[in-house]
């Protein structure tokens, strides 16, 4: 009986103090969007849309931004076996942003991610990876600009 009741004492020791923090997670944000205004591939767009929403209700907020986004999404062939099948590809999200605060441009900066992959026997696989691939991509993208917004000064 005591030691099952050393254990349960050290595992609660454990699991209270392992410093578990969420790394995406916005406190104390003194911004709001205002406006987002998207050009370009409208799957991506879509994703960072639904990053924005976080932050157009914020009542802490003492600045207010505009955001300008175009985004580019490529997918390139990067090697061929001898018989000329397709072995590998490239895919390359690019972003472009534009912000603005009291109509006044603040930056524009581009964030540019890429992800290099083997060929798969399967189209539809082949399909449901990209789609993966896009999805981390774009998350590494909001990271980013996450961190781009609440650094501004």
Known sequence: ???IQIILILSLITISSCGYK????????DFKITETVFK???KINKKLGN???????NKNATRSFKI???SQSARNV??????GKVTGYTLEITT???IYENDKKLNKFEINK??????LDSQFELKQYEKNLINDLVGLIIIDINNYLLSIQ
């Open 114 to 119: 890429k992800v290099d992959y083997d060929n």
């Open 22 to 29: 969420v790394v995406n997670k916005i406190e104390k944000s």
């Open 96 to 98: 472009f942003l534009e």
């Open 78 to 83: 990067t090697s061929k076996d001898t018989s």
């Open 40 to 42: 370009g591939d409208s």
């Open 51 to 57: 990053n924005f929403k976080r932050y157009i209700q």
């Open 1 to 3: 009986m005591k030691i």
């Open 68 to 70: 300008n986004i175009e």
